[in-house]
């Protein structure tokens, strides 16, 4: 049950095209891999997979770049997740076929445990989309907002 780092790497880099393309202007993978600190080399390979899977649509020309191919509202994180080829099942190391099953009854509630989580995550997945997490992102940072200095009280302490 691992997330693998291109799981993470793709959704870390459609939050940021998401968040940084204004009124849909498109966004460079160069801004992406120096904002996200991921290989640009990577990044094209994520994105020419997120393109194929209908994620993202390329802008070409001067200020071209990717663009969302939906509303940030329409896009599932399992969308993203699938569209790189990233499969998250917690099961599907125990789900074998029936000549490899070990029949205990432990191995039976394990294994019953770990398809009711497997789906719980589909589910998770499949609900939460692109804007969910912005709107999240958003309310937030609202929430923890830094506090505002004060120059005469940095002025105070520098002296």
Not at 45 to 74: E, H, I
Not at 111 to 118: E, G, I, P, T, W
Request: zero cysteines; a positive charge; proline letters at 3%.
């Amino acid at each position: 049950m691992r997330l693998t780092s291109k799981g993470r790497y793709a959704i870390s880099a459609i939050l940021d095209l998401t968040a940084n393309s204004n009124n849909g202007a498109p966004v460079r993978l160069q801004e992406i891999s120096t904002r996200q600190k991921i290989s640009l080399h990577y990044l094209e390979q994520l994105f020419r997979k997120l393109r194929t899977g209908g994620v993202v649509k390329s802008v070409r020309g001067p200020g071209g770049g990717y663009v969302l191919a939906r509303s940030m509202n329409d896009i599932s994180v399992q969308y993203v997740l699938e569209s790189v080829g990233e499969n998250i099942n917690p099961a599907k190391d125990i789900i074998g076929s029936e000549s490899e099953l070990i029949s205990t009854r432990e191995y039976h509630l394990s294994r019953s445990y770990f398809l009711s989580l497997a789906e719980m995550m589909k589910e998770y997945f499949a609900t939460t989309s692109l804007g969910d997490l912005v709107r999240k992102n958003v309310e937030t940072s609202v929430l923890e907002e830094p506090k505002k200095r004060n120059p005469d009280q940095d002025l105070e302490t520098n002296l």
